[in-house]
């Protein structure tokens, strides 16, 4: 497809994104912010899943220790800076992600798959089977942080519609930043990694240590998400390090197309809207979810992100690949 159409589809979603509070009622709002979050986790898995070719099944440990680290550090009763919590929880969700780095990028395959699932729940059950946790009850957030720089307060976050836009230009940064990363040259090493590791390793390339790098820098974003999660919702609870939430998230890339950060937005936007109808219409809302993966997966290999290629081509409106 030609790049100027592309781009100029990004920038009528995010168009649509900013001038969406203006239409949207309340509720509408905070599930449209809520998908942006959740979009920010499924980009830092894309990074993982897509474009390195690392599969992950234990991410929401990332995405729950930054939420936790926030609900721990901020005093119960005041405001936390949100500069200091938001850095806080970043960097403690990348610090896990760089200490379990170190021993699963040491297996492959499905060994990696089990792995990365058995760590995350060894996060679920210090947070679930301890009082730092507060079990099953978890732990709520009294307060939003406070955005204050120097005396200076550049916005609310009591403010619902301050929080979306927050959110939203959250969700901005981490596209653009993946993008810059992506065409950089590690993102071309871990492209290549992707494809062919022992290649890049005979060309003198040091892989493990880039899909460590890779690895911390998925986790750290998780920990974005995480953060953001529990400032929106006011509350934590273990089921944010729970396998099915790595599950969910990965269903998210599986369905927006793997290698493809614009597909992990689709697929974060999909597979939350989709829930949310299906739930209204039955409590057996799992099983049309399952009926739409399993279509997907069958009738759309390249996921979401590929679906405006194919028609294009149907149509004869899009370009030779060649």
Known sequence: MNPRVVLSFKLAVLAGLVLFPAIGSSFYVELVAKILVMSIFAMSLALLVGFTGLVSLGHAAYFGIAAYTVALIAPEYEAANLWFVLAASVLAAGAAAFFIG????????????????AFAQMAYYIFHDTALGRSSDGIYLNVKPDASLF???PFNLDEPLHLYYFILA?????????AFVLRSPFGRVLAGIHSNEHRMKSLGYATQRYKLAAFTLAGALAGVAGFLYAVLFGFVTPDYLSWHQSGNVLLMVILGGLGSLAGAVAGAFAFIGLQEMFSDWTKHWQLLMGLVIVAAVL?????????PRRIFRTVNWGEDDE
């Open 102 to 117: 170190l021993f699963v990028l040491r297996t492959k395959g499905i060994y990696f798959i089990m792995v990365t699932l």
């Open 151 to 153: 005396g200076w307060m």
């Open 170 to 178: 959250a969700m901005v940064a981490v596209f653009v930043l993946l």
């Open 299 to 307: 009738f759309m290999p390249s996921g979401l992100a590929g679906l």
